[in-house]
């Protein structure tokens, strides 16, 4: 297998030198599909975060490259990682990171095609409840909701929290989703802060509900709160899986790349004709403005970052025990040969 996968990468390598005359015809001459029937999960498939998802479903894109996706919306990443793990979904559209916390589980996933370069993520703390807030020493023994508990939104807020000394047991994490649902529950009461992406977050603080802490959705923001570059949403399967099915993985990473170029050129009007109303959440101005703000955390090509495999795993390990930076292979988290060939093909 992993003979294979080395031969792969290395006539990848060289073909990148052949002339574009002979590069072309080859990478069309993509091999048969494994599966043509792929399922994918996805935790909070409204948010920016998956915008990439989205656009690519709704413009035929998968289609276009021989696939019949059936998308499963989760309330939450962890619960779109559960369904890989439990052998109902093939792919995960999900946050990076989880490929490498899985590792320290020794189950070995790998990310294959980007779909955000920021995280997208705000945390905010209630404008009702915490109408005194001062400092983050403010939120223990508060409730802060989360799209799902384990996801990376909860991550966000772990590392945040860390940083002024708080621990996860010192909070309480409410799962709230990334809809209707995150806006009802901080406007309500329910919770005090929340950490979430967009459109919600945009929409509690432009009508004075939160009072933003931290923010992820842009690139100069993800570099304050990290200290580096931060992958976000990627499509990820288990290591066996992109081995075995390299097809049909060029395929999944291929419809993605087309949907990122795509948006590099969308109007914000384009965005409104192609995502569900549903999205919207009641109200288009607002949904547009979020998209403004997020839009720099979109991938460009789908290729991810090597320092920001670095980033994640320092993020990680500083607030996750079981996380060891000496002992993860990043490099079995990740490749960036099938974004390498969509990103040729469609030169993005």
């Not at 779109?80 to 020794?106: C, F, P, R, W």
Request: hydrophobic content about 40%; glycine content about 8%.
């Amino acid at each position: 297998m992993q003979y294979n996968t080395i031969t792969r990468r290395t006539f990848t390598s060289v073909a990148a030198f052949a002339a574009a005359a002979v590069a072309a015809p080859m990478l069309r001459a993509q091999g048969k599909l494994e599966k043509t029937k792929v399922s994918i999960a996805v935790g909070g498939k409204a948010a920016f975060y998956y915008l990439p998802l989205t656009i690519s479903e709704q413009l035929g894109y998968f289609k276009a490259e021989g696939l019949d996706v059936e998308i499963s919306d989760f309330a939450g990443g962890a619960r779109a990682l559960q369904a890989l793990v439990g052998g109902s979904a093939d792919v995960v559209s999900g946050a990076y990171e989880h490929t490498i916390n899985m590792q320290s589980k020794n189950q070995m996933i790998r990310s294959f095609v980007l779909q955000g370069r920021a995280p997208q993520i705000a945390m905010g703390v209630s404008t009702k409840t915490m109408a005194g807030y001062k400092d983050l020493a403010d939120l223990k023994g508060k409730k802060i909701g989360v799209s799902a508990p384990g996801s990376s939104t909860n991550m966000v807020a772990n590392l945040v929290l860390s940083r002024a000394g708080i621990k996860a047991s010192d909070v309480s994490f409410v799962g709230v989703g990334t809809a209707a649902g995150a806006l009802a529950a901080l406007r309500s009461g329910q919770i005090d802060a929340m950490s979430n992406t967009d459109p919600v977050m945009t929409m509690l603080e432009q009508k004075g509900d939160v009072k933003i802490i931290s923010d992820t959705r842009t690139l100069k923001g993800t570099q304050e709160v990290f200290g580096g570059p931060m992958p976000a949403a990627c499509f990820y399967a288990h290591s066996e899986f992109v081995q075995k099915n390299p097809n049909t993985c060029q395929a999944l990473a291929n419809a993605i790349v087309h949907g990122l170029k795509w948006l590099q050129t969308a109007g914000p009007s384009d965005i409104i004709k192609t995502v569900p109303e549903t999205y919207l959440l009641g109200d288009r101005a607002l949904y547009l403005a979020s998209f403004n703000k997020v839009r720099e955390a979109i991938s460009l090509d789908g290729m991810m970052p090597e320092e920001g495999t670095r980033t994640a795993l320092r993020a990680l390990a500083s607030f996750e025990p079981s996380v060891k930076a000496d002992k993860t292979d990043l490099a079995k988290t990740y490749t960036n040969e099938f974004a390498r060939r969509a990103k040729e093909k469609f030169k993005a």
